[in-house]
């Protein structure tokens, strides 16, 4: 008897596949961007026309099926997962490492059935890694099977999370009182690549040992929380209670050991569900004033060359320019801290004062809006 998961799984493999090439090509051009709910919820032309590509691809061939969908959400569609066979979809993870052209970047999609993740599909484009898995049957990037670190001394670990603009003062000091208790243990490091499918799959292949987030939504955590399951990972709430698709949070560790005592350390704020009602239909009003009354568009640099790729050499000579792979590169030229991408390092300091300090400057930063 014909499997029909495997077969929804295939066909959603080649639209991702079509979708990434949407994503690179579209990188070689100028990006129309449009602000949602604040200055950095960032969406561009390309997320609405790919999820516009999957989703009609989709409902051609499973005219039956639901979808969520974070462009469609944005514009006011349900997040309601049910019994039906269901595509959770997140366009590009990482909107605004897209728009800086930051090389982590994703197409992300789980697939639910009576609420089961039946299967996930992160691909990471720009690096044309294709991470897969399905239920009781493994997880890969690009073919080849993949597993976590199976690490379980978190002193060990390398640790993932995100850091973005908090407008409510309370809770970004929790986010970066959560870092600096998880510093404080201490742990190798912690990162922020951008992406959370990316961040997901990145601790299924062992490349980080943990990832915890609290304010993502379940089109984020979808896809890659069927890797992190099939690649031999932990996957649980905050809390270090069960995993909840619909609650905006989550933590994946490379083993219950370091998962647990990550929760352990961190202070939950309150997120909302992707499931309530009310939160939507403010998230929705969100969208139409902020996008009516303060959208503009923004030219990006056409001389930064080709999109960038894990393996590239850059060189420099006094007078002569800069250089990425021989072709001739260049700041952004952004003269706007409020279109701009920061970029600094965490690293293992435990002196309180300094960490304080770091927090302080962190804060002053996002809250003039830089994009992360």
């Not at 999820?51 to 061939?61: C, Y």
């Not at 912690?190 to 040992?209: F, K, Q």
Request: aromatic residues 6%; charged residues 20%.
């Amino acid at each position: 008897m014909a499997d029909p998961w495997q077969e929804c799984m295939d066909h959603c493999l080649a639209v991702t596949m079509e979708a990434g090439k949407m994503i690179r090509e579209a990188l070689k051009k100028d990006i129309s961007i449009m602000q949602k709910s604040s200055p950095v919820d960032l969406v561009t032309e390309t997320d609405q026309k790919v999820e516009a590509l999957i989703i009609s691809s989709i409902k051609e061939k499973y005219p039956t099926h639901s979808f969520i969908g974070e462009e469609s959400v944005a514009a006011g569609a349900p997040s309601t997962l049910t019994d039906n066979p269901t595509w959770i979809i997140d366009p590009i993870d990482g909107t605004t490492n897209f728009v800086h052209r930051f090389p982590f970047v994703s197409v992300s999609i789980g697939f639910a059935v009576k609420k089961e993740i039946e299967f996930g599909i992160v691909y990471s484009c720009i690096e044309e890694k294709m991470y897969t898995a399905r239920k009781g049957k493994g997880a890969f990037c690009n073919g080849a099977p993949i597993r976590v670190s199976e690490q379980k001394d978190i002193t060990k670990s390398l640790v993932l999370t995100e850091m973005g603009l908090r407008t409510d003062p309370e809770h970004f000091k929790a986010s970066m009182s959560n870092i600096q208790k998880i510093l404080s243990i201490p742990v190798h490091g912690i990162r922020c690549p951008g992406s959370a499918a990316v961040n997901m799959c990145l601790v299924a292949c062992g490349s980080a040992d943990a990832y915890y987030h609290i304010g993502i939504h379940c089109w984020d955590m979808a896809g890659g929380a069927a890797i992190i399951s099939e690649a031999g990972g932990v996957i649980m709430d905050v809390t270090g209670g069960p995993f909840d698709l619909m609650s905006r949070r989550l933590i994946t560790a490379s083993s219950t050991a370091i998962a647990e005592r990550i929760a352990q350390q961190l202070q939950v704020c309150p997120c909302g569900r992707d499931d309530t009602e009310v939160m939507l239909k403010s998230s929705a009003a969100d969208l139409v004033t902020e996008t009516d009354q303060r959208v503009e568009k923004m030219i990006i640099s056409a001389i930064q060359g080709k999109y960038p790729t894990h393996k590239t050499h850059c060189h420099a000579q006094r007078g002569k320019g800069a250089f990425c792979n021989s072709a001739r590169s260049c700041a952004s030229g952004q003269e706007g801290i409020t279109q701009s991408l920061a970029v600094t390092e965490i690293g293992t300091e435990r002196d309180e004062q300094v960490l304080t300090t770091l927090a302080t400057s962190i804060y002053r930063l996002l809250k003039v809006s830089a994009h992360e």
